[in-house]
């Protein structure tokens, strides 16, 4: 299941808008410790990111968004 869910998230990742992909990345960051996401947005980044800039908005998101999830994760009744 958890490899299914994130190879459907990785073609999102390359076709979908991007604000579907991050409805993706967060219910798959609360579903699973998902750390194979940053791995996903570090290649997200060298594919589409700026050149020349450094700036590296997917992988600094996905990271806030992964210690968002771990921090709240404890704290949700569904994981109680």
Do not use: K, Q
Request: glycine share 4%; hydrophobic share 65%.
């Amino acid at each position: 299941m958890r490899i299914i869910a994130f190879i459907c998230l990785f073609f999102a990742a390359l076709y979908l808008p991007l604000w579907l992909f991050a409805l993706g990345a967060v219910a798959y960051a609360f579903t699973f410790r998902a750390y194979e996401l940053l791995v996903l947005a570090v290649l997200i980044d060298a594919e589409f990111g700026e050149p020349g800039t450094g700036a590296y908005r997917y992988t600094a998101s996905v990271a806030i968004a992964l210690l968002f999830a771990a921090l709240v994760r404890p704290y949700l009744r569904f994981y109680a």
